[in-house]
């Protein structure tokens, strides 16, 4: 039972270009809703997460969009460069035995030169 | 250094052969977790800890061990490898809930022959 949804499952973007992953989830009980990034041969680190008493929140590059009411959220990465080129996951919490962080099946994104 | 080591790297071993991945933390996080890694499948739970000798089942424990004597380690056992545990095992720890961020290990790449 899937309970955390992410799309697409890989995207190639120009350098320059806004690539934007999308993540539903269903459970609504809690309130932390992060992304993280891989590369290859690393283990994942925390990228940018945003708590839904807001709407968007904003990191360098890097944006949150939250739509409570929709339950989803997207990772938006202006100005795209090839140093962005890694594995994004986004996570929510789910109930599995108990509630916990579900993560997404990942992204693999690749921003060409 | 601070922070969350594993080891070993890399594993090769046989089906039936017991295995221990290591975990150490030098952040005293009480939360503690075991993830594998399979492309299409993102990152599974297999067993995570909210303390020193407290341990519980994630999304995926069919063939694995853990135990947690001291806050710092988190060992993970395949009592007996199959084929089906070759992945890429990474383990978190985190400070807050079960929902919080984690900080992810470097990760084991096993291989089950």
């Known amino acids: 039972q899937q309970q955390v949804k992410q799309s697409p499952q890989s995207l190639i973007v120009q350098k320059g270009g806004i690539p934007i992953i999308n993540c539903a989830y269903e459970n609504t009980a809690f309130d932390y809703f992060p992304w993280y990034q891989q590369f290859p041969g690393k283990g994942p680190a925390l990228l940018i997460a945003?708590?839904?008493?807001?709407s968007e929140k904003k990191e360098g590059r890097f944006t949150i969009s939250f739509n409570k009411s929709a339950k989803q959220f997207s990772l938006h990465i202006m100005d795209s460069q090839p140093g962005d080129s890694a594995t994004y996951f986004c996570?929510?919490?789910?109930?599995?035995?108990?509630?916990?962080?579900?993560f997404g099946a990942g992204t693999r994104l690749f921003v060409k030169a | 250094d601070a922070g969350i080591t594993q080891s070993p790297r890399y594993k090769i071993t046989e089906t039936g052969r017991q295995v221990t991945l290591m975990c150490h933390q030098t952040w005293s996080h009480s939360y503690m977790f075991w993830y594998r890694q399979d492309l299409g499948h993102g990152l599974r739970l297999i067993y995570y800890?909210?303390?020193?000798?407290?341990?519980d089942k994630g999304e995926v424990p069919d063939g694995y061990v853990v135990s947690r004597s001291k806050t710092e380690n988190f060992p993970l056992t395949l009592e007996s490898a199959t084929r089906s545990q070759t992945s890429v095992y990474f383990c978190a720890s985190g400070a807050g809930s079960l929902t919080d961020t984690q900080y992810f290990g470097p990760g084991t790449r096993l291989t089950v022959l």
């Open positions: 996570a929510a919490p789910g109930h599995t035995g108990g509630f916990k962080t579900i």
């Open positions: 800890s909210a303390a020193a000798d407290i341990t």
């Open positions: 945003i708590r839904p008493d807001v």
